[in-house]
């Protein structure tokens, strides 16, 4: 009997599969969530011209900013490209070498919990009025105009949370959580990076954030980097 | 000790802040924006409860931290570190934006470009072809919170209007503000457009006017 085991060795193996021109779903706001090891083991693998979600665009040269830097992102789909401390993608973006599809922070989470649910397309009001609801489908309900946005789904996500089970329950850590249960639901292939993996039913049930039949593959992380220290420190990678 | 009178004319950041605070109510759920509206927290006046809503998730936001105690996974939009109160909550950003797409936030104050007479806001980009194109929750919480009020200095650093008939720069959202507090008055934006019910120290309605690209409507407070 085969027991129900989602846990990986290495964040290598983790990531292995991830393919040229799939899209990857990256977790984290700003630093908070960041599931650092991951993309770097993503970086290590090589994939490239891929679509990548997730609300900024990293900073410095580690981490999201990093996988951009090293040319494998053909596309970002994010609500706030720019940083403080990273000219990676704006630098790359005037020069026409990677495409952005703008979308509110807002529709952007509800576009990934829609994609998550099955549902294929919703109307909200944000955006109406503006840029960025050129072309797109409006329709007025009681007296009120929305816009049509499409759900969103990906073939893999990355994501970090605090504590796992092997059949891969996950709980966070304060605002870390922030896109991970969503980006979990949405995607094809889950992989979370773990702080630390316990025991079946050692995580009440009433304290699970988002339930193991959204995630396909935990490694743990036991000492994840902290992204702005390693700006802080000059760091780069690969 | 200097001899000159001390005139006081406008208001000074703080002040504006200050002002904004005055109009928090009790038991109100509030999203302050990056920059002055951040600061009017620290000026709501005793005996309100107010719980701030940071739309990365956390509702119950705190004052920031003492220096070293600062925590890298507790920060608010800004992705500046951050506190909780006690009863405080986290969540995911799809229920955070529900919060302000549902109409659940009573209170977003932040900061603007420029506003329209018809309450249009126009916060996020310049339209320049060589910028990054960035717009984070402004459209979301112009969009969904019940009430907007905007924070800004009454002209921009070149002394153009930042009140005006109609916004030139890309719009944030349509028809969604509700007053503006600037660093010359208090301005509610109506039915008849600009509406000015309050003038910060020393300052005239004449020289308000004269600063702002939209006619002006002396509020009921003014008269007489």
């Not at chain 2, 120290?201 to 006017?209: H, I, L, M, S």
Request: hydrophobic share 40%.
């Amino acid at each position: 009997m085969t027991m129900i085991d989602k846990r990986i060795d290495s964040v290598t193996a983790a990531v292995a599969d991830i393919f040229d021109g799939a899209t990857v779903m990256v977790g984290g706001f700003g630093e908070a969530g960041s599931p650092i090891e991951l993309i770097h083991a993503l970086i290590d693998s090589g994939a490239k011209n891929l679509t990548v979600v997730n609300n900024n665009t990293g900073s410095g040269h580690v981490g999201l900013a990093a996988l951009i830097e090293n040319k494998q992102v053909g596309k970002m789909i994010c609500s706030f490209p720019r940083t403080a401390n990273s000219t990676v993608f704006p630098d790359l973006y005037r020069a026409g070498e990677i495409e952005l599809e703008l979308v509110p922070q807002g529709t952007l989470a509800e576009r990934i919990r829609a994609g998550g649910a099955g549902v294929p397309a919703f109307y909200t009001a944000t955006s109406v009025g503006t840029p960025l609801a050129d072309g797109k489908e409006l329709r007025n309900f009681q007296g009120r105009d929305y816009v049509m946005e499409l759900g969103l789904k990906a073939d893999f996500a990355l994501i970090k949370c605090e504590r796992a089970d092997r059949y891969g329950n996950l709980v966070y850590n304060k605002t870390a959580r922030n896109f991970g249960p969503i980006m979990a639901m949405a995607a094809n292939i889950t992989i979370a990076q773990t702080g630390s993996q316990v025991e079946v039913g050692a995580i009440d049930p009433e304290s699970i954030v988002t339930p193991g039949i959204f995630v396909d593959r935990i490694v743990t992380v036991a000492d994840p980097a902290q992204e702005s220290k390693l700006v802080a420190a000059g760091r780069s990678y690969p | 000790m200097s001899t000159q009178t001390d005139t006081a004319f406008g208001w000074n950041r703080e002040q504006m802040a200050q002002r904004a605070a005055l109009d928090i109510p009790n038991g109100a759920y509030v999203n302050l924006g990056i920059g002055i509206p951040e600061k009017v927290a620290q000026y709501v006046p005793e005996g309100r409860e107010v719980i701030y809503h940071t739309e990365n998730g956390l509702l119950g936001m705190g004052v920031a931290p003492e220096p070293g105690q600062e925590d890298p996974e507790l920060i608010n939009a800004g992705k500046k570190p951050v506190t909780v109160i006690p009863g405080a909550a986290f969540f995911h950003h799809a229920d955070s934006f529900a919060m302000i797409r549902g109409q659940h936030i009573d209170i977003c104050v932040l900061g603007a470009m420029q506003v329209a007479k018809n309450g249009d806001l126009a916060n996020w980009s310049t339209g320049a072809p060589d910028a990054i194109p960035a717009v984070g929750g402004a459209m979301d919480l112009v969009a969904g919170v019940k009430t907007i009020y905007v924070i800004t200095q009454h002209c921009t650093k070149n002394g153009e209007p930042k009140l005006v008939d109609s916004c030139s720069y890309p719009l944030t959202g349509q028809s969604v503000v509700s007053r503006i507090y600037t660093d010359l008055a208090v301005i509610d934006v109506t039915e008849d457009g600009f509406v000015l019910v309050e003038l910060a120290p020393g300052v005239g309605f004449d020289y308000v006017q004269a600063r702002t690209g939209a006619t002006l409507i002396p509020g009921q407070q003014l008269a007489g």
